[in-house]
């Protein structure tokens, strides 16, 4: 019914910039709301960041001010500004959601920052 498909992960310097992008389709890809998560090695994954369908987007305190989300409803895609980057940042990022009681994830893209 869905599936997720990220890109635009790499390396950066710390103090860079990143646009990640994640892209659903399937049956039901215009209906649902995307989310970002991000897992750092040896760490459990987090939650990063939600764009509700309706339009409603939230992010996670951690950071805040840093990065930010929006969805472009038209290409069913949602995309992650991440701005002053650091090696705290560096992780697998995710993009999921959940329909039909089920929760869909993508295959992740890496960021890694280092100088």
């Known amino acids: 019914q869905l599936q997720l498909m990220e890109s635009g992960g790499g390396l950066v310097h710390p103090g860079g910039s990143l646009t990640l992008s994640c892209t659903a389709s399937?049956?039901?890809?215009?209906?649902?709301?995307l989310a970002w998560y991000r897992q750092a090695p040896g760490k459990q994954r987090e939650w990063v960041a939600t764009?509700?369908?309706?339009?409603?987007?939230r992010v996670a305190d951690s950071v805040q001010g840093r990065f930010s989300v929006w969805l472009d409803s038209g290409k069913n895609t949602i995309y992650l500004y991440m701005n002053n980057l650091q090696s705290d940042d560096t992780a697998a990022y995710y993009c999921?959601?959940?329909?039909?009681?089920?929760?869909?994830w993508g295959q992740g893209t890496q960021v890694l920052v280092s100088s």
């Open positions: 999921s959601t959940e329909f039909g009681g089920r929760t869909y």
């Open positions: 399937g049956s039901a890809s215009s209906r649902v709301g």
């Open positions: 764009q509700a369908r309706g339009g409603a987007r």
